[in-house]
């Protein structure tokens, strides 16, 4: 029997955004398919398995649409392709960002793969972004509410990946999407939004951390030699970090705070300064690892505008290449720009991609 209705499989997490969307993409009149994505198997600390409770909370969402869903085992994948990668940045004392990698090797790679081997004609996922065709080309277009704007974890997608997405809450605000929900009668409606990363959940980061990277307690120290605390594990902290770092009541500091300047990890030495910020500023820096969604510019300095994390406001800065990396230079110097983190770049609403800082 031919299929009328084009098919959409919509990655669901059991939160409001996911749920929403496939409301919406029913309504459209999209032969919608619901699929949960099993990236982790661990309890956190309390003895709680989340992805048991969120595949409940998508059983329920998808009842009340009358939408078919299947659960899809990623773990080993995400492990291999994103897990590793952390842990691997962290031994290097650098600051990485798996939800990038978790969107481009499982989002949008494993899970995109398994929807249209099933027959799948789109998928499409509860992020706040957008896609706009011009000439020919997919490009990705910064979401309508910009607190919620997530580009920035998209950067690293290629046009072939989001050509055949859709996002359907690109146009909408928060506010929206959960009334959409309420109104659809969805149980996810007023959850609480998940926040930082999947695998660590709610438990504390340094416990996590110290289950796969051997800590060894070490010297804070200044840079002109002084020790003036002590360290548990050099790669717990972060450039900029205030705190958590144990060692206010020093004499003769300056009268200000402390904060991370830099990590030796090779003689296990976490650096600070006190006070006087100015050595967290810089207006240059580097990107490697560059990935430009649709196109390689043709130029080979744009002017541009960056985000050197999530949430941070759009800065000016001009973008030269060399090489295979990227120079940034910014109209304003920018405050602890870390290592591993991602440089994304935009071109007015358009997210052209980005790299990782050095």
């Known amino acids: 029997m031919l299929r009328v209705k084009k098919r959409v499989v919509v990655g669901m997490s059991g939160g409001v955004d996911s749920s929403a969307a496939a409301a919406l993409l029913k309504e459209q009149g999209f032969d919608v398919v619901g699929l949960f ?16 409770e969120d595949f409940f909370d998508v059983r329920r969402v998808s009842g009340v649409l009358d939408i078919p869903y299947y659960s899809v085992d990623f773990s080993a994948e995400y492990t291999e392709k994103v897990f590793l990668n952390f842990v691997e940045e962290y031994k290097k004392g650098r ?30 996922t509860g992020h706040y972004a957008a896609t706009e065709v ?50 659809y009668g969805l149980a996810t409606a007023q959850k609480k939004d998940s926040t930082g990363i999947c695998f660590i959940g709610e438990r504390k980061f340094r416990e996590f951390l110290a289950n796969y990277i051997p800590m060894k307690d070490g010297d804070i120290m200044t840079a002109d030699g002084k020790t003036v605390g ?25 009268g200000g705070r402390w904060f991370v300047v830099g990590k030796d990890v090779a003689k296990n030495i976490l650096y600070v300064e006190n006070g006087d910020e100015s050595a967290l500023f810089k207006k240059e820096i580097f990107v490697s690892d560059c990935n430009f969604i649709t196109k390689r510019p043709e130029k080979n300095t744009l002017q541009v505008t960056a985000r050197i994390r999530h949430r941070q406001p759009e800065q000016n800065a001009v ?5 295979d990396r990227l120079h940034l230079i910014f109209d304003e110097a ?20 980005g790299g990782i800082i050095e």
Not at 319 to 323: I, R, S, T, V, Y
Not at 344 to 351: Q, R, T
Request: with cysteine; net charge neutral.
């Open 334 to 353: 920018q405050r602890a720009a870390a290592s591993g983190q991602y440089a994304v770049l935009y071109e007015g609403e358009y997210c052209l991609g």
């Open 230 to 254: 002590r360290h548990r594990g050099v790669y717990y902290y972060t450039i900029g970090q205030r705190r958590g770092l144990g060692i206010g009541g020093e004499k003769d500091c300056g």
């Open 95 to 124: 600051t990485p960002n798996p939800d990038v990698l978790c969107n481009r090797e499982i989002k949008f790679g494993s899970f995109a793969d398994y929807a249209f081997k099933t027959g799948a004609d789109f998928i499409a």
């Open 134 to 183: 011009l000439d020919g080309l997919t490009f990705l277009k910064k979401a309508a509410d910009k607190s919620k704007d997530q580009t920035y974890f998209l950067n690293q997608l290629k046009a072939c990946q989001i050509e055949k997405t859709i996002f359907p809450l690109g146009t909408l605000q928060k506010t929206d999407v959960r009334k959409i929900a309420s109104a």
């Open 37 to 52: 994505m099993r990236n982790w198997h661990e309890e956190d600390d309390g003895g709680r398995c989340t992805a048991e």
């Open 319 to 323: 973008a030269e290449f060399d090489g």
